[in-house]
Nanobody, 123 residues
């Protein structure tokens, strides 16, 4: 059973930064690829970033490339997302999840989501 707790969201101005954290409970944390998704108001959940189990590979949605950075700490069972140069369109609830890659698309491996963390970017 996997449980995650996301934190670190908040209200920032355009151009600001935040660092999101995801604490996972699974014993097999290091075996998995991990990713972040976000869900904006009145929209579906969308892929943001992923990191491979080895930590050597990362992948980003085009909209966040060169602005966001994903990282992981297998000892602490944490996944991080550094958000820089934030824009109003980044406003969303952000979720972390174990992910898998199929046909160049990253998707959640399990049908489980934490409560997410709200990021709001003001003008």
């Amino acid at each position: 059973q996997v449980q995650v707790v996301e934190s670190g969201g908040g209200l920032v101005q355009t151009g600001g930064s935040l660092r999101l954290s995801c604490k996972a409970s699974t014993r097999t944390f290091s075996l998995y690829n991990w990713g972040w998704f976000h869900q904006a108001p009145r929209k579906g959940r969308a892929f943001v970033a992923a990191i491979t189990s080895s930590g050597s590979g990362t992948s980003y949605a085009d909209s966040v490339k060169d602005r966001f950075a994903i990282s992981r700490d297998d000892i602490r069972k944490m996944v991080y997302l550094q958000l820089d140069s934030l824009k109003p369109e980044d406003t969303a609830v952000y979720y972390c999840a174990i992910v898998t890659r199929r046909n160049s698309t990253w998707s959640p491996l399990l049908n489980y989501w934490g409560q997410g963390t709200q990021v709001t970017v003001g003008q």
